[in-house]
């Protein structure tokens, strides 16, 4: 690998025509630029001065290789542009995975907040359940649903943003739809909507607290997605039970109606990669998500 400041001292002795010049330049000794172009030339076996007089000038080879560099040093100005900005947020790209729920009630305001603060930034948004494994690529932020205990992984730390409790979307005409709060066992009897084809962590949450309320549910039509199964409640198919911030921009025919007895909980993390946490975006990002959790 050929040294980078060999490279610009060289040109420099070239572009000045002499060590001397060079070494004013660069605020350097004229032993330390002889220094570098004799490692330079030692690094690459090639002869890039020539004695001429008193001093040097470049060899044919010296000077099809000061050209080159030229191309070589504007590229890595470049990039050190481009590291500085990284550093400070002002471009590069922010990878951001989040389940359904959050999509609707909080990522217009994440997004928002992101591209006003960092204009240059290219957010790559993905919708995702569950936890990329094995040698997938891991998203920089991922907002994701676990155990009240969860810490994170090896490469990633867990940041707890919400402990968000589950509620009864019920018709509005339903006898249940006036109380201010309702036990689950009092549901068991009710026709259930399902709403998480996925099986994923949330409903076997959901199924684990109504085992231990002494029933388990009775699901009359099964739907994809917390929309759905609303819909369906509004159109007096049945009730469904989801984390409130699920039960957003609800129809007029159903009502919201907390869970008590047990409450079924789900938390809320923001698993953010150890590689970007330090990086303004990420911690911007972090900074949003809290205040919308709030």
């Not at 220094?35 to 030339?41: D, I, P, R, S």
């Not at 690529?137 to 589950?166: N, S």
């Not at 919201?256 to 079924?264: D, R, S």
């Amino acid at each position: 690998m050929l040294d980078v400041h060999r490279l610009r001292v060289f040109r420099a002795v070239v572009a000045s025509g002499s060590v001397n010049a060079a070494a004013a330049n660069l605020g350097y000794t004229p032993s330390a630029v002889s220094q570098h172009v004799t490692a330079l030339q030692r690094e690459t076996g090639l002869v890039l001065l020539a004695r001429n007089g008193r001093g040097v000038e470049p060899t044919a080879t010296g000077l099809t290789l000061a050209g080159r560099i030229d191309g070589v040093l504007a590229h890595l100005g470049d990039v050190e542009a481009l590291v500085s900005d990284l550093r400070a947020g002002r471009t590069g790209t922010l990878s951001v995975a989040y389940f359904a729920s959050v999509g609707a009630a909080w990522m217009p305001t994440v997004t928002r907040a992101l591209l006003r603060d960092f204009p240059d930034l290219r957010l790559a948004l993905e919708l995702r359940d569950d936890f990329p494994t094995g040698s997938a690529k891991r998203p920089d932020v991922q907002i994701a649903v676990a155990g009240p205990d969860f810490t994170g992984t090896r490469e990633a730390r867990a940041h707890h943003l919400l402990d968000d409790p589950y509620v009864a979307v019920v018709p509005a005409t339903h006898p249940l739809a006036g109380r201010p709060e309702i036990e689950l066992a009092a549901l068991a009897a009710e026709s259930w909507i399902d709403n998480d084809f996925a099986r994923g962590w949330c409903r076997d949450n959901l199924l684990q607290t109504c085992q231990s309320a002494g029933f388990s549910p009775s699901f009359r039509v099964e739907a994809h997605d917390y929309p759905t199964a609303i819909a369906f409640v509004d159109a007096g198919i049945g009730i469904t039970v989801l984390p409130r911030l699920g039960a957003t921009r609800l129809p007029a025919g159903v009502a919201v109606v907390p869970v008590t007895a047990p409450t079924p909980v789900r938390s809320i993390f923001a698993l953010v990669q150890t590689a970007v946490e330090s990086a303004p975006p990420a911690r911007r990002l972090l900074e949003v998500l809290r205040e919308c959790a709030r």
